[in-house]
């Protein structure tokens, strides 16, 4: 018998790789399909297990749209009806939800049948591999069924308004980044103040204040009610089936997998008037824009690209734009959506106007004011008034306050410029009657300078003199220098 299950396998694995549809593989297994119902008396409730479980199979074939999950519908519910596979009895667990039950002897009672998961009877009993019917595609038919076979929805509490805030502070943390310890009332408000939007919570049947599976029920601009991504406990994989079973019968769009954001292309509006904080946001994440009416304001937030990404798990996102007074939702370097200001724009004190402002002695002040009125001293750094202190231009071109020339700047001696004492050098120079030692600015100093040969004092040029030493060597001495050594008969006399 285990033989001809793994030959009947391998010839559905076979037409799969040909690419043949599920129609032409009946035709090819048309001697082993046993289509209809078989009876078990041993089993309990057979009957009524089987039909459900099938009903449920055929509805979740005929409610989804992806081609992909249909075909894995159909090969799934012909294995189950070939023989010698039918014989499994395949049906869901009366003792254990969101689990399966077989056996090998159509003779066992349930107290032996074998319980475990879909996928295993999947792989390991109806040997469907997973070139035939992929991981993904397994999982995805589980949730759809599960919905249907097990959910509780009686457990479904619909929360509006303050109520959302429920199921948000008893919800742990460490499943949503806006729950539990992390929650924070001002960042609900925006599902508590909108009528467009509702929460589905189920809590633990033995603690009230334990939420274990939530998820938001929107009311797009188009009417349509989308069930966004839904968030549940590690071992309450049924109570998020109950919520996506529940949405379903409030007439909601619900995604074949619903721990995923929303697919489609849908729009909302919501009002933001008096909020401070905007949550992290999964299918209505983007913001298209805002608007404002008999002094409410409202954003418009859509499913893709926008013009920017409610992401932050902070509660950040609402800025209040200084010149209109109207909340946005926005980065601060954005437009209001408004009036079209930057939202980062400051009221110049100076002019009135909003813009790009520092604070210049005190004041606010934006950079035309500021590029006009007012210079910042290269020196101290300190911005000082143009026409209170007139600034000072050195031979740089910067731009310095009268304070600091006198304390930190000096005219070079030799050409006359501007420049800071710290970067000039000593130099004995000739002011036009007498020598006097000076500063000169580093342009002099390497052009109009030099240093005496015997004393390394620097001298402007004109007050150096070329003699020959009585070896022949040619040096330049100042006038002192000179006078000594030619004393001591070490530089040859000059000729009369």
């Not at 005219?411 to 030692?437: F, P, R, T, W, Y």
């Amino acid at each position: 018998m285990s033989n001809l299950r793994a030959s009947l396998a391998g010839v559905v694995a076979d037409c799969v790789r040909n690419g043949m549809t599920v129609a032409q593989m009946n035709i090819v297994l048309q001697n082993h399909v046993r289509y209809g119902y078989k009876n078990n008396d041993v089993i309990t409730n057979y009957e009524g297990r089987y039909s459900n479980f099938h009903e449920v199979m055929g509805s979740a074939y005929y409610e989804t749209e992806d081609n992909a999950t249909k075909v894995s519908i159909e090969i799934i519910r012909m294995m189950m009806s070939l023989q010698p596979f039918e014989d499994l009895f395949v049906l869901p667990s009366i003792e254990s939800k969101g689990r399966f039950s077989y056996s090998r002897n159509p003779e066992d009672d349930d107290r032996r049948r074998t319980v475990t998961t879909f996928g295993r009877v999947i792989r390991r009993q109806l040997l469907i591999d997973s070139s035939v019917v992929k991981d993904e595609m397994i999982a995805k038919i589980l949730d759809i069924i599960s919905q249907k076979l097990w959910a509780d929805m009686g457990r479904v509490v619909v929360h509006t308004g303050s109520g959302v805030h429920r199921a948000y502070e008893y919800f742990p943390h460490e499943i949503s980044c806006m729950s539990g310890n992390c929650y924070c009332g001002e960042w609900i408000d925006i599902y508590s103040s909108n009528e467009c939007v509702s929460c589905l919570a189920v809590y633990d049947d033995n603690d009230n204040y334990r939420c274990v599976a939530k998820a938001l029920l929107w009311k797009a601009d188009s009417g349509k009610l989308v069930l966004d991504r839904v968030y549940c406990t590690d071992d309450e994989h049924q109570a998020a089936m109950a919520i996506i079973a529940k949405a379903r019968t409030m007439g909601a769009t619900v995604p074949e997998n619903s721990f995923t954001r929303y697919a489609g292309d849908e729009t909302l509006t919501v009002e933001i008037t008096d909020l401070t904080h905007v949550p992290y946001l999964d299918s209505f994440r983007y913001v298209k824009g805002h608007s404002e009416k008999d002094g409410r304001v409202f954003a418009h937030l859509g499913t893709y690209g926008g013009l920017c990404v409610l992401d932050s798990t902070e509660g950040e996102g609402i800025l209040k734009c200084r010149k209109c007074g109207l909340n946005n939702i926005s980065y601060s370097d954005q437009d209001c959506g408004h009036c079209g200001t930057k939202l980062n724009a400051r009221k110049c004190n100076t002019c009135g106007g909003y813009g790009e402002c520092s604070h210049i002695n005190g004041e606010l002040m934006c950079h035309d004011c500021r590029e006009r009125l007012t210079y910042q001293c290269e020196c101290c750094h300190n911005y000082k008034s143009r026409e209170e202190m007139p600034a000072i231009i050195t031979a740089t071109d910067s731009e310095i306050c009268d304070y600091c020339k006198d304390r930190y700047y000096k005219e070079c001696d030799i050409c006359g410029e501007l420049h800071a004492k710290n970067s000039m050098a000593d130099c004995v120079v000739n002011d036009g009657v007498n020598s006097c030692n000076g500063l000169v600015c580093n342009r002099c100093s390497r052009t109009k300078t030099s240093r005496c040969g015997d004393c390394s004092n620097r001298y402007e040029i004109d007050l150096l003199q070329q003699v020959v030493t009585i070896e022949n060597c040619i040096v330049t001495l100042c006038k002192y220098c000179k006078k000594s050594l030619t004393n001591a008969d070490l530089v040859k006399r000059e000729e009369a």
